[in-house]
């Protein structure tokens, strides 16, 4: 229709004859599509009575799920849907639904929540705790919150690492990983510094949504993340590949045959381990982990080619 007017402006222009017949086809285009549309709305109610029976087509939003297995599942598909939306779940929300999907992960695998807490944060040492400390404390300070850094920080930096400690306790197979701090600090930050309610949303994140091994096992699914990252990259920004390769073969020789890293992994490892925490503003950190926790790990992904994408430009 749009072209319509833009042609029967150009015929006015050539002749007041012209303009007449492109007046009157106009009108025609016009009467052909009032007529689809009534012909559309007398349609709808008889479109819209052959929906399923008992097939629910409304989203019912609340902060919590309803108990049960159905009650979660509307729960969580309506909130998946809100993440989606521009303005993404509101910040008052956020501690309540992401206590949810870490409650319904626990509860999934049947775990005794206090006895739980009663080992992760036993003040008495164990074995593995001395050399877990010393890496934990080592990265305390470069977390990159104001918070946690200088003399007023230190409150803020015990629970961190008493957090961190628990963690370590509860999945022996990871323990602690550089970037760990990161992720614990804006955890506290989302659950007003609540020690219990933190691991259990550390737990859901490192053990349930993230891929196995992501952390553990020398980073094994994080490479995996990396090496499908850059095959995304030739695919969708195929210039910025090839430029990235040339820059790659250039320092390569300079290197004189030692091994240099592929240019993307010095960017984006540490978004991956960061989970984009260190390198992009707080209130878009946060909406990339609601995606991240409905929709996976591949947000990552998505995210960093973006990001790339931009960089191109």
């Known amino acids: ?44 109610p008889r ?34 849907a809100v ?11 956020r501690k309540r639904v992401w206590l949810s999907l870490a409650d319904h992960y626990l509860h999934s695998i049947s775990i005794d929540w206090d006895k739980t807490l009663r080992f992760a944060f036993n003040e008495r040492s164990n074995p593995d705790d001395d ?7 080592k990265d305390l300070h470069r977390t990159g919150c104001s918070s946690y850094s200088g003399q007023e920080g230190e409150q803020d930096r015990v629970v961190l690492k008493r957090v961190l400690l628990a963690y370590a306790r509860w999945n022996k197979a990871v ?5 760990f701090n990161v992720l614990a600090a804006l955890i506290l930050e989302v659950t007003e510094g609540n020690e219990s309610h933190a691991l259990k949303v550390m737990i859901y994140l490192i053990d349930k949504v993230l891929p196995e091994s992501y952390f553990a096992n020398n980073l094994r699914s994080l490479s995996v993340d990396m090496a499908v990252f850059r095959d995304l990259l030739r695919m969708k920004l195929p210039h910025l590949s090839q430029h ?12 004189g045959g030692s091994y240099e890293p592929p240019l993307t992994n010095v960017f984006t490892m540490q978004w991956f381990l960061t989970m984009f925490a260190t390198c992009l503003p707080p209130n878009t950190v946060l909406k990339i982990w609601d995606s991240v926790f409905f929709d996976g790990s591949e947000v990552l992904l998505r995210v960093a080619l973006a990001i790339w994408s931009h960089l191109e430009e």
């Open 1 to 44: 229709m749009k072209q319509a007017r833009f042609n029967a402006g150009r015929r006015a222009r050539s002749g007041p004859c012209v303009s007449r017949q492109g007046s009157s086809g106009v009108g025609n285009i016009i009467s052909n599509v009032l007529k689809k549309r009534n012909g559309i709305s007398r349609r709808a």
């Open 244 to 255: 990235l390769h040339l820059l790659q073969k250039t320092a390569d020789r300079e290197a």
């Open 47 to 80: 479109l819209l009575c052959t929906l399923e029976p008992g097939v629910d087509t409304r989203l019912k939003f609340t902060i919590e799920p309803s108990l049960g297995k159905n009650g979660f599942q509307q729960w969580y598909d309506a909130l998946k």
């Open 175 to 179: 323990g602690y990983c550089q970037g």
């Open 83 to 93: 993440v989606r939306l521009p303005t993404g779940i509101p910040k008052e929300w």
């Open 131 to 137: 050399s877990l400390g010393i890496q934990i404390v």
